[in-house]
């Protein structure tokens, strides 16, 4: 199987945190976080942190950790793909976020790292963390699930997601915006799409009876005519984050380019027999990672902690 480079990053930003743990802030709009106070909390986070970036290394994948710092404290610096992206083109973006305890995460010492540590090379910054000061935001490919090849950003609408930026974006970046809205069982708006769906090289997974009636088809349709073998997942398997995954490659001396779907256990769980088999079908393998206290406190999972960094 060969890596389709636009669509398959082989390199990662991962950032260890010092202080995770639950949020009230970010809960009023992440219905899939849990409140705890158990003070082993942040040690059992960094745990899963370090073994999953353990297993993307050992796979081949290029890893960059970055350390989060102590001061600020910065319960959910261990999701960075929601303040900043890497694109093929040298282009980084930063990203305006909803909740102010999440803005000092947004450290010029981690870009520099990234660009020391994977080669990449910054050619131009989009900074749209101005639109903060107007209660606008984009909350990086949380907000933005992309497929590359196509160039179409998939983006539900919330109050993380704002459509007038998510236009902005995709026109500074040429790509075709794909908006529709998307709810919980309770009818409230989805936080992030990057929990709806997943994209990669062959296989989609979305929520498809999470996303408005309006919109479910439009959607599906959009995603078979790139190529996509479109997986349905249920609003259960949903919320044992089967929808927040991403697909890395890495390059093997006897096997060539590698595909490697990432996700976590809880996801792995939760997935009827058939699906798994499909995904399995479209990678050359599948990283079931445990991160099941992160998910807990922190409302997200493997996808939310990796942010891809795309090289020429």
């Known amino acids: 199987m060969s890596v389709t480079a636009s669509q398959v990053s082989g390199a990662i930003l991962m950032v260890r945190p ?57 319960p959910d610096a261990v999701f960075p793909n929601n303040w900043v992206s890497f694109h093929a083109d040298g282009t980084v973006v930063l990203y305006p976020m909803q909740a102010v305890s999440r803005r000092a995460e947004r450290r010029s010492a981690i870009l520099e790292q990234v660009e020391r540590d994977t080669g990449f090379r910054v050619r131009r910054t989009l900074d749209l963390t101005h639109h903060e000061k107007q209660g606008r935001f984009l909350e990086g490919t949380g907000s933005l699930v992309l497929d590359h090849v196509a160039r179409v950003a998939y983006a539900c609408r919330s109050p993380r997601t704002d459509e007038s930026v998510a236009r902005e974006w995709a026109a500074e970046l040429d790509y075709s915006l794909e908006l529709f809205d998307a709810a919980d069982a309770a009818g ?125």
């Open 18 to 74: 010092k202080n995770f743990g639950f949020n009230a802030e970010t809960a009023l709009t992440n219905r899939f976080q849990r409140a705890g106070a158990d003070a082993e909390v942040g040690l059992q986070a960094r745990m899963e942190f370090d073994a999953l970036a353990a297993a993307l290394s050992a796979e081949g994948v290029t890893v960059c950790v970055a350390e989060d710092s102590e001061e600020p404290r910065k």
């Open 188 to 312: 409230a708006p989805i936080y992030h799409t990057n929990v709806v769906m997943c994209v990669g090289s062959r296989v989609a997974l979305v929520a498809l009876d999470n996303i408005a009636a309006a919109d479910r088809g439009r959607v599906a349709d959009r995603l078979r005519s790139s190529g996509h073998d479109v997986v349905g997942i249920s609003d259960a398997e949903m919320n044992a984050f089967a929808g927040n995954m991403l697909e890395v490659g890495s390059w093997d001396e006897h096997l060539g380019d590698f595909r490697i779907l990432v996700m976590s256990r809880t996801a792995r769980r939760a997935l009827a027999p058939e699906k798994l088999a499909r995904l399995n079908a479209s990678v050359d393998a599948v990283l079931a990672a445990p991160v099941d206290v992160i998910e807990r406190h922190g409302g997200g999972s493997v996808r939310c902690m990796l942010a891809e960094v795309f090289l020429r």
